[in-house]
């Protein structure tokens, strides 16, 4: 007898005695609960950042008349929870996102430091005339106030956008007058919390009623996205590639873009591993219509479905 | 579009949840909770494994490929779940007092082979890759483009690791016999 009939006689006598009884009501009423809590936290997170824009509307009173005229085409409301609001469709105007005086924003691994006229906007506005349409907005109605929150964008665009559900927590952050670096995480073994990310953010437009920006990610030597370079011209298919360290890493590649809920492009999974191996695949996608996409790149299974991320952004060929 | 927070799923998905998730409940909790199992040889944490792979592929069904890969999308929380109760288990052993074991009854023990004793006793011993791989090509009969996919490795690993567990397990048993 052959060490796999052996093996396989083993496994079925083994678990043979086991049975399952019907929980499916346990299954129900656990994911009623789960979206109850996920409705608390979308409401409690309009409440924190209704505060934060009072504040802030307080502190800018002085200022506002200074503004111009509303430009929102469909006035956003006052929710409590952040909800999409059509408004206008202007073209990307990176250029107008500010960054630190004298200081490059977006430091990558391959030394290439980014200017405040490269950065890409990725999340969650597109340009400048719909950062400026939610501060009308938000002027006269209070609508979505967690723009003007970093941890909160950053945590949005993490589980909002991206679709990274588990990386649930801000574990450190800088925020400056202009630039934030908000690291995003999860609950490790132990209870210890583990970092899976750390975003790059910026306020878009000038003054602290400007909302933050998610514009890339500052990557390390344990996993970066170097290909395609940030702010180049992409077409279908790419090759999406970087370095990585770790052990049975599995990586999956994502492209999206903000008119789209789900990506429009996937590929997965590129095996990895080892010290600073180079990862590389192509990945395609399909229905473009923003004129900037994100790539994100993502590797987990061992704890949770993402334990590390990179993302970068491109723009796409015309 | 001023910003692309969250939308909550439409209704048609949540229903899709409920109705092809529950006959796949049905059909497959008892081969997951038994797959559970063969790696965590607790039955109440079997069943927890899975009843949390259900939920969480309830609340992720909008996001799902293809829900026909749903089967693997189960087997694939299941075994995360497993590895993660694994590795606490080793670092709970690594900090506590060794507890004297209890042993399996004597009819237990009078029914299960000798072989078959052995040779879980040198499953349990394996890396819980290894484990993973071995018990999902014999016990689920799974191909290994299929175990790739399920643990999200590269086809040449499994084979990797496939082969190392089976040599460790004919290892392990050769001086029993």
Known sequence: ?318 | MIAAVPVPRVSTDELAADVELRDLYRSERRSLVRLAWLLVHDQGVAEELVQDAFVKAHLAWGRLDDPDKALAYLRSVVLNGARSRLRHLRVVERTTVPQPACGESAETAALAGEQRRQMLAALAALPIRQKECVVLRYYCDLSQAEIAATLKISVGSVKTHVHRGLAALSALLEPQR
């Open chain 1, 1 to 318: 007898m052959t060490v796999e009939h052996e093996l396989r006689q083993a496994l079925i006598d083994d678990a043979s005695g086991v049975d399952a009884p019907d929980r499916w009501d346990d299954v129900e009423s656990r994911v009623a609960a789960q979206q109850r809590r996920r409705k608390v936290w979308i409401a409690g997170l309009g409440g924190v950042s209704l505060v934060a824009a009072a504040l802030a509307t307080l502190l800018l009173l002085p200022g506002l008349a200074r503004h111009s005229p509303s430009r929102v085409s469909t006035t956003a409301s006052s929710l409590p929870a952040p909800q999409p609001s059509v408004v206008t469709t202007a073209p990307v105007e990176p250029s107008t996102m500010v960054a630190p005086p004298g200081v490059p924003t977006t430091a990558r691994p391959d030394g290439t430091l980014h200017t405040a006229e490269g950065l890409q906007p990725l999340w969650p506005f597109a340009g400048i005339a719909e950062a400026r349409a939610w501060q009308d907005a938000s002027r006269t109605s209070g609508a979505q106030p967690w723009h003007l929150d970093a941890d909160l964008t950053a945590l949005g665009f993490t589980q909002g956008y991206l679709g990274y559900t588990e990386v649930d927590r801000v574990t450190g952050h800088a925020v400056g007058a202009t630039d934030a670096q908000v690291s995003v995480g999860y609950e490790s073994e132990g209870g210890r919390t583990a970092t899976a990310a750390m975003l790059h953010l910026v306020r878009f437009g000038s003054g602290p009623e400007a909302p933050w920006e998610v514009v890339g990610t500052n990557d390390g030597p344990d996993f970066s996205l170097d290909t395609p370079a940030y702010g180049a011209s992409v077409v279908s298919p790419m090759t999406v590639g970087g370095a990585i360290n770790g052990v049975d890493e599995s990586i999956a590649v994502e492209v999206h873009q903000l008119s789209t809920e789900v990506p429009i492009g996937r590929q997965c999974c590129v095996p990895a591993g080892s010290t600073g191996i180079p990862w590389q695949t192509s990945v395609s996608f399909a229905g473009d219509h923003d004129r900037v996409l994100t790539v994100s790149a993502s590797t987990g299974g061992h704890l949770k479905a993402v334990e590390r991320f990179v993302v970068t952004g491109v723009r796409v060929s015309s």
